[in-house]
């Protein structure tokens, strides 16, 4: 399964809200997982079964969509919020991330 | 809390094989809910799929690794492996160990930069 995010690149402000989306080659409803990498740090997971938030991961972050388009939505970005975000479907092996979307400010 | 450390050489000639190991501290490899999973990450590029393991033996690989890849797991020491064959300098990357749940990968090692040079 080929997972394309978009943006790949993406400018915003403290403050703003945003939306990065992950389009899959086929229906991965409920199957897809988001993670945030900082630079020179292990992935973190944030959001996991398309929409369920992990634990002490902020409210700001949700997950939606359905299908094959998932998305990621930052509600209030906060200066720690910037940095790059992926995702992966689980649903069938290999288990695919995206490309990533590089958010910056 | 869960804890999983990457080790291994961090020099690999081309044609020559990778081998890493990944410990785990912190909980069981023989947990019948979990996944033990390879990854890396290339310089400056996204992250890559390898393969994943049940303490059981059960594994699965990324297909576009063309057989090079296997993942093994000894529940006597808490730890699991890669190899990866024949490596070229397409394979330099940080390679991450992490436990896979039914939601995704829950926990990461810190990563090791794997350099394949003469």
């Known amino acids: 399964i080929h997972l394309t995010q978009s943006p790949a690149f993406l400018s915003a402000s403290v403050g703003d809200r945003v939306t990065i989306t992950c389009r899959a080659s086929q229906d991965i409803t409920g199957h897809l997982a988001w993670y945030q990498q900082k630079l020179g740090e292990a992935p973190k997971l944030l959001i996991s079964?398309?929409?369920t938030l992990q634990s002490g991961v902020p409210t700001r972050f949700s997950g939606g969509g359905s299908g094959a388009e998932l998305t990621l939505t930052i509600s209030t970005l906060q200066p720690e919020d910037f940095a790059t975000y992926y995702c992966?479907?689980?649903?069938?092996?290999?288990?695919?991330f995206g490309q990533g979307t590089k958010l910056e400010i | 809390q869960l804890q999983l450390q990457e080790s291994g050489p961090r020099l690999v000639k081309p044609s020559e094989t990778l081998s890493l190991t990944c410990s785990v501290s912190?909980?069981?490899?023989?947990?019948?809910?979990?996944?033990w999973a390879w990854s890396r990450q290339p310089p400056g590029r996204g992250l890559e799929w390898i393969g994943s393991i049940f303490y059981r033996g059960n594994d699965y690989y990324d297909p576009s690794l063309k057989s090079r890849a296997t993942i093994s797991v000894d529940t006597s020491k808490n730890q699991f492996s890669l190899n990866l064959t024949s490596v070229t300098a397409a394979d330099t990357a940080v390679y991450f160990c992490?436990?896979?749940?039914?939601?995704?990968?829950?926990?990461w090692g810190r990563g090791t930069l794997v350099t394949v040079s003469s």
């Open positions: 912190g909980g069981s490899i023989s947990s019948n809910s979990h996944y």
């Open positions: 079964a398309a929409s």
């Open positions: 992490a436990r896979l749940g039914t939601g995704g990968v829950d926990f």
């Open positions: 992966q479907q689980l649903k069938n092996y290999p288990y695919t």
